[in-house]
C-alpha cells in the first residue's frame, strides 16, 4: 500500500514517515519543493502546487494515479476542506482519503464557529468575540501560534478576519484521539504539555484524566470525526477550558502512537477494511522529548 502525507518537509513529519514505515507500507511524501529532508527518508516523493494554485484539484488527481497512492493522510490544514469535499471521488479512484465529514472540519477551521458550537454544547471554552474586547487576538482560520498577539489596551486594530479571546491560564493538554470508521474513540491518550516552540510540543507526558476522556466522549457524541484528530486544552483546576480541535493528525502524536501502538496500521485495518480492533492499555507516565537531527545531501 502507498500511503500520501502531506507538508512532510515540516520538522515533527518523521515521526509519521517512521510509523507508516513499521506498519509494513510504503510512504510517499509531498510539499512544495523538495528541498527537505522527507525526500530522502520516504519512499517516493510528490513536488505539489501550492495550496492556492487554481489548478490544484485539477492536478492532484493525475499524481496519485502516477504514483498508485491508495490511502491519503491529510495533515495540511490549507488542504483539508477539498480533500473532505473530494472524498468519494477519490474512493471511486481506488483513494482512501482518512478525513472527517466536511461539516465537521468547517466548524473547527473557524474559530468563532467552533466558539458557537463549544456554547452551543455547552462546553467550557474561552469567552470570544469578534469584537476586540479580550486579551489575545488571534486569527479565525490559523494553526498554532502563528497570527495570535497580546491585544494592546486601546490600541484600535482592524479586526477583520480576527477574533479577540480570553487568556486562559492553567496546565496545558493536547489530546491524541483516534475514532473509527463509525466515529467512535479507539484511543484517547491526554499528554501534558512539558514544552512548546512555535506552537509545537517537544516535551510531553502522557496522563490519566477520566474528566478529559468525558469531555472528548461528549463532544464526539455532537459531531462525527474519522481518524487521527487533535484536541487542545487547558485545566484550570476548577474547568477544563477547550481551546480548538484540529480535524487532522498533529506533529505532537508521536507520543500519543508510542503510548499506545502504531495509528497506521489501526488505521487500515479499521478505517480501510473494516475490521474490528482490541486497543491496548494505554501506558500512562510515559514522556517525551524531542530533538533536531540533521540530514545531508
Known sequence: MNILIEATGSLTSYYLIKSIKDAGFRVIGSDINDDNHAKFLCDDFIIMPTANDKSLWEIIPSLLRKHNINMVLPSFDETLLDWSAKKDI????????IVSPIETIKIFQDKWS???FFTEIQIPTPKTSLDNIYSLIKPRQGRGGKGIFENEKDKVISMDGLISQEKIIGDEYTVDVLFSR???P???VPRKRLAVIDGKSTKGIVVKNGKIDNLIRHVAEKVKFIGPINFQLFDTGENLIVIEIN???AGGMALGFAA???????IVKNIVNGEEINPVPIKYGLQMVRYYNECFF
Not at 477519490?90 to 482519503?97: D, Q, W
Open 182 to 184: 463509525n466515529h467512535r
Open 186 to 188: 479507539i484511543y484517547i
Open 90 to 97: 477519490m474512493k471511486e479512484m481506488g483513494i482512501n482519503v
Open 260 to 266: 499506545t501502538e502504531n495509528w497506521i496500521t489501526l
Open 247 to 249: 480535524p487532522r493528525i
Open 114 to 116: 467552533a466558539y458557537k
